[in-house]
């Protein structure tokens, strides 16, 4: 399988703390994504990052991308009870098609 | 933003029946879709790609007669899973990839939940 895998597979936290989440892959890529889904919902897009690009930030995201290691992590800084979801991570090859990660559950308490 | 929407959302159906999903984008033209299935707790699986005009391309393992995609203009795609049983049920999504986009996002629906009795 092509699968990512995503470590933790669940993270339980306190509001106010930070969450790494972190994801590797098997194959070159174009580019990897972040995906956070609600239970039971679609899926919102966060931040993209490209194979050139090393680390990127977006509000309280922080992503970063090592391609030597094929590997990925993203921060959520100060986390708040309504980040709690599912986070994926998902590669593109360039081939438009994307190979999503096994996924992390995320849960901040208040 | 872009949206797509999928309709219905939620589904039951007798064993041996067909499902038809709708996936739209709204506010977009889409010459690709995706369509994704979910199991519980799990990641989104690839089922294929759907290209608009031409017929889709199915993933390893995934089967085009029982899965019937049809991608008959620019901002609609279907699934219709024929022959439902038990093991179909599933979390289904699409998304969409915009024409002139540029940008490597795909956005995605609100998925569709198909429960087969």
């Known amino acids: 399988s092509q699968q990512g895998e995503e470590d933790p597979q669940a993270l339980s936290i306190q509001e106010g703390e930070n969450a790494t989440m972190n994801c590797s892959y098997k194959t070159s890529i174009n580019n990897l994504q972040w995906y956070r889904q609600n239970s039971g919902r679609g899926l919102v897009h966060l931040i993209l990052i490209r194979s050139n690009e090393r680390e990127k930030h977006s509000g309280r995201l922080r992503v970063t991308l090592d391609t030597s290691k094929k590997s990925s992590s993203l921060l959520i800084t100060a986390s708040r009870a309504a980040d709690t979801a599912s986070y994926f991570c998902?590669?593109?090859?360039?081939?438009?098609?994307?190979?999503f990660g096994t996924g992390t559950r995320l849960l901040v308490s208040p | 933003g872009a949206v797509v929407s999928q309709h219905p959302s939620r589904v039951i159906c007798k064993s041996g029946t067909s499902v038809k999903i709708e996936c739209r984008s709204l506010d977009f033209q889409a010459t690709t879709m995706f369509w994704y299935r979910q199991f519980p707790k799990q990641s989104l699986m690839l089922m294929a790609t759907s290209n608009e005009g031409s017929k889709a391309t199915y993933e390893q393992g995934v089967e085009k007669d029982k899965f019937l995609i049809n991608h008959a203009s620019l901002t609609l795609s279907t699934l219709t899973v024929t022959s439902a049983h038990p093991e179909d049920s599933s979390f289904y999504i699409c998304s969409a990839r915009e024409l002139a986009g540029l940008t490597d996002t795909q956005y995605f629906g609100p998925g569709t939940r198909l429960t087969v009795l």
């Open positions: 998902a590669t593109d090859t360039g081939f438009q098609k994307l190979v």
